[in-house]
């Protein structure tokens, strides 16, 4: 098995794949979604990690590669006494000097997030380009592919939750409301009012950037929407065709049966005694 980790600022995305005979990935066996706590140490995920493999009968055992895109520094080294700890593996992260397949043509290459690449592997694996893929997570990422497959670049906008909550720390009158399509445009009462400004807000920013680059890269750009908040979203806007949750997920599965050749065999020697400091 396959154990994928997509860690990102609020939440840390976890998937289980198939490992084919040949050393390929094959079907997708499960997803789950926990929270990102910069303080839980290395035992804390493992024990949280191996009660959602057992709950899918998998044993630790079986893991036999691990791969994780990570824009949480503070805790990859965490993340690796994690899956040492447990798995007795060296997990893929994904960093400079991993074979990706995608040419970064950017004015720093090494600064593009792990998720991004990750997003704009899997998109043009599926979708070809040029694809704008809009993650829709704590900031609201616009990550752009060439026709050739190459990544361009993109935006980045404060998400829409960062967006509520800094307008409901700022206001003191302002109550907290769901984030939620609103049932009219012209809101009677402060919820209503809050609810349409940051709804239809949102996608406003969102359709007025990708207006502007459908513009540079031609009529035929498809945009595939991914993150949390995709499905809220997405079905609103002018230009999104398609909401894809697992594009990150595939874009890393794919970065790792890319680099399983390159790669020794990822095992390290278990771990006995255990310290609780991590």
Known sequence: MLLVLNVNNTNTVI????????????DLRATWRISTRQGQTAD???ILIRSLLQNEGVESTSIRGVVIASVVPPIDWILR????????????????GVKTGLPILTDNPSEVGADRVANCVG????YGGPTIVVDFGTATNFDVVS???EFLGGAIAPG????????????????????RRPAKIIGTN?????????????IGLVDSILERMIAELGPDTKCVATGGLSHLIAPQSKYISEVNDRLTLEGLR?????????RNPAQVEPQIARTSGA
Do not use: M
């Open 15 to 26: 998937a289980l794949y198939a490992l084919l005979p040949d050393g390929l990935t094959g």
């Open 44 to 46: 804390e995920y493992g």
């Open 81 to 96: 006494q994690f899956c040492e700890r447990t798995f007795a593996q060296k997990p893929l992260f994904i960093e400079p």
């Open 123 to 126: 998109a043009f694996h599926k």
């Open 147 to 149: 026709r050739k497959g």
């Open 160 to 179: 829409l939750n960062i967006s509520a909550e800094a307008l409901f720390a700022r206001a003191a009158r302002l109550p907290r409301v769901e984030i």
């Open 190 to 202: 402060t919820v209503d009012n809050l609810q349409i400004g940051l709804f239809w807000g949102h």
């Open 254 to 262: 794919l970065i790792y049966d890319r680099n399983r050749a390159a």
